[in-house]
T-cell receptor, first 111, second 110 residues
Framework: GESVGLHLPTLSVQEGDNSIINCAYS??????FIWYKQESGKGPQFIID?????DKRQGQRVTVLLNKTVKHLSLQIAATQPGDSAVYFC??????????FGTGTRLTVIP | NAGVTQTPKFQVLKTGQSMTLQCAQD?????MYWYRQDPGMGLRLIYY???????DKGEVPNGYNVSRLNKREFSLRLESAAPSQTSVYFC?????????FGAGTRLSVL
């Protein structure tokens, strides 16, 4: 089956620094990717998505990079704030009615 | 708009008991989903409903049943709860490839 994994299960950054969260995927047929943020006790919340015909997409303080050659996805958060502390999931979709989720990276922002 | 609403938020069951988790969305989405989330694992799809009147199995359907009551509501039923079903359950809806998630139901089966 497909697998979506993360290089680091935890990440701690100083407030104001930039954060980079990585994700590897295995299905080369996946053509749509999403990053979700999950705060404690809440459901996952959509952050940003990217299609496979793009290699970069920017949002407000967030950027997603897609490297299809090595099947790697990253989420960059600029000027990380305490409110960014959460678990971040990547998810891949290959057109079927399902998303495959990674196990998540816990981001902790140190004031 | 409330988005996706799940009830209850918490539940404790004894092995063998049954219960139904309720989910409703007010975004007029066609597709609805039930996921479970366990420590160290990603969200796993239990069942989904691509449109009103249809339901399909996901990755981990055993021990569960679902009902798409109407376009707004999608319920998940545990007929005979087992400790392995202790988890956090999320309902989601969509009209595209991403998902809008509810706040979750924390279920413990003793």
């Amino acid at each position: 089956g497909e697998s979506v994994g993360l290089h680091l299960p935890t990440l701690s950054v100083q407030e104001g620094d930039n954060s980079i969260i990585n994700c590897a995927y295995s299905n080369s047929a996946s053509d749509y990717f999403i990053w979700y943020k999950q705060e404690s006790g809440k459901g996952p919340q959509f952050i940003i998505d990217i299609r496979s015909n793009m290699d970069k997409r920017q949002g407000q303080r967030v950027t997603v990079l897609l490297n299809k050659t090595v099947k790697h996805l990253s989420l960059q958060i600029a000027a990380t704030q305490p409110g960014d502390s959460a678990v971040y999931f990547c998810a891949e979709n290959s057109g079927a009615n399902n998303l495959f989720f990674g196990t998540g990276t816990r981001l902790t922002v140190i004031p | 708009n409330a988005g996706v609403t799940q009830t209850p938020k918490f539940q404790v069951l004894k092995t063998g008991q049954s219960m139904t988790l309720q989910c409703a969305q007010d975004m007029n989405h066609n597709s609805m989903y039930w996921y479970r989330q366990d420590p160290g694992m990603g969200l796993r799809l239990i069942y989904y409903s691509a449109s009103e009147g249809t339901t399909d199995k996901g990755e981990v359907p055993n021990g569960y049943n679902v009902s798409r009551l109407n376009k707004r509501e999608f319920s998940l039923r545990l007929e005979s709860a087992a400790p392995s079903q202790t988890s956090v359950y999320f309902c989601a809806s969509s009209d595209f490839r991403d998902r809008d998630f509810g706040a979750g139901t924390r279920l413990s089966v003793l």
